[in-house]
């Protein structure tokens, strides 16, 4: 438990940070808790300063839909078969509920795994695709737009060693293409 408190308070940015209402499994009134995502780990404190967690929620195999609690902007974290809890939280506003909902149901290992694999999938279709086009006509098409031209340039010239800007340049335009998916693991 104590390399999770210290995970919870690495200086690193959060992937999201925020106030939630938690429903308390023995006292079942919903108690306001500040929540901190990092990875498929969510770690909730009793307020934004507290430097232990209250607790973890560890988020693998875990399915996020929206509760039939009374009360408004809820949302329940469920990991199935018997014996497992549910968390029921509550956000202050139906955008919150759903940002939460959004970065949650994207913070498992197997989420990202299916993402790794989707873009997996597209580099060898443009890889099989750039095989049937000209040497010289794809060197033109590339050297013909500048931004790409430049990153082009760069990872040339950095053999083998990528400048960190123009990595990031290039994921940033993979993502723009990049189809997102909502995945549910209900194994």
Not at 16 to 36: H, I
Not at 53 to 74: A, F, K, Q
């Amino acid at each position: 438990m104590r390399h999770l408190c210290e995970l919870s308070t690495l200086c690193t940015p959060a992937d999201k940070r925020g106030y939630l209402n938690k429903l308390g499994e023995v006292n079942r009134t919903f108690q306001r808790r500040w929540f901190v995502l990092r990875g498929n780990l969510l770690f909730y404190f009793e307020g934004p300063d507290d430097g232990e967690p209250t607790g973890v929620i560890v988020l693998e195999n875990c399915v996020v839909s929206v509760s039939e609690h009374e009360d408004r902007y809820t949302f329940e974290l469920s990991f199935g078969g018997s014996g497992t809890r549910t968390y029921v939280l509550a956000a202050d506003s139906q955008k919150e509920m759903e940002d939460w909902m959004r970065v949650l149901s994207r913070s498992s290992c197997s989420y990202l795994q299916t993402m790794i694999g989707l873009l997996q999938h597209q580099v060898a279709d443009l890889d099989a695709s750039s095989a049937t086009i000209p040497t010289a006509v794809t060197e033109n098409a590339v050297t013909s737009d500048p931004q790409t031209s430049a990153v082009t340039d760069e990872i040339r010239n950095s053999s083998g060693d990528l400048d960190s800007s123009a990595a990031q340049h290039s994921l940033d335009a993979t993502a723009e293409q990049t189809p997102t998916a909502d995945v549910v693991n209900t194994s």
